[in-house]
């Protein structure tokens, strides 16, 4: 069975009406990436950070309580700094202390629960990876190998309607899985940047040398892993087997 989710994924483009400190290497990066400063000066929703006295009058703070009142589930990658933005601008001031920090944000999310894929891939799935295209491809690879369970796919709109100035529309083909292993001639020879392979960035792609490629990460990774396992113990190979089984994947 295959079951598929259509996401749209898209920026809020918020600006806050009181004085803020940046760094410059955070509008560096920002800029790189296409962040568009004079689109969030002109088109950005105001809002005042922490407690307002009327916050229905302040679309941003009448969205965070809608999600509040709601208990929708809100997933998060790395997500403390976000946790903490969105408590210190949209619920309150930030408390002295970071147990009473702990005990509001779990009341505030109480409702849908609050997820990090992060802390999920590195303390409970104990991924040898956890930077999020890493986290997504390899998801996407095992849902395809899953035996007599529900197969999710993922696409994403192309457009976000209504069309709003506030609301920047990212483009993303993530839909379809790449080729595994990839179609690139001599993959499982390619030197992989180790940096990369631990964080998903490298600091100095242009003279690195190595590759930067997931599915190459990938696949390397899969051919290791199948290697130690031809070489296990046939007890081993059994307790390994049944381990897969019981998860519903495929057996070979």
């Not at 999600?67 to 589930?73: A, E, F, K, S, V």
Request: charge should be positive; glycine fraction near 8%.
């Amino acid at each position: 069975r295959e079951r598929g989710l259509v996401a749209q994924v898209y920026d809020v483009l918020l600006l806050c009406q009181e004085p803020y400190t940046v760094q410059p290497s955070s509008l560096k990066f920002l800029v790189c990436h296409g962040f568009d400063f004079n689109k969030q000066c002109s088109s950005g929703l105001p809002y005042t950070p922490g407690l307002v006295e009327h916050p229905s009058k302040q679309t941003v703070h009448s969205l965070m309580a809608a999600i509040l009142r709601r208990g929708c589930p809100v997933v998060l990658h790395n997500g403390l700094v976000d946790l903490v933005f969105l408590y210190g601008s949209f619920y309150a001031p930030l408390p002295h202390s970071a147990s009473v920090f702990l005990a509001d944000a779990c009341e505030m999310f109480a409702g849908g629960g609050l997820y990090d894929t992060k802390c999920i891939a590195e303390f409970h799935v104990r991924e040898p990876s956890s930077f999020l295209e890493y986290i997504f491809r390899k998801s996407q690879q095992a849902s395809k190998k899953m035996q007599g369970k529900v197969n999710m796919t993922v696409s994403f709109a192309e457009h976000l309607s209504p069309a709003l100035d506030h609301v920047v529309h990212l483009p993303l083909g993530l839909a379809a899985a790449p080729s595994h292993p990839p179609e690139l001639e001599g993959w499982d020879l390619l030197e992989v940047c180790p940096t990369y392979a631990s964080l998903g960035y490298c600091p100095k792609p242009e003279s690195c040398g190595k590759c930067h490629d997931i599915m190459v990460v990938l696949s390397q990774e899969g051919k290791k892993t199948s290697t130690a396992a031809a070489a296990a113990s046939p007890q081993q190979q059994r307790g390994r087997k049944r381990k897969r089984k019981a998860r519903g994947e495929k057996l070979s």
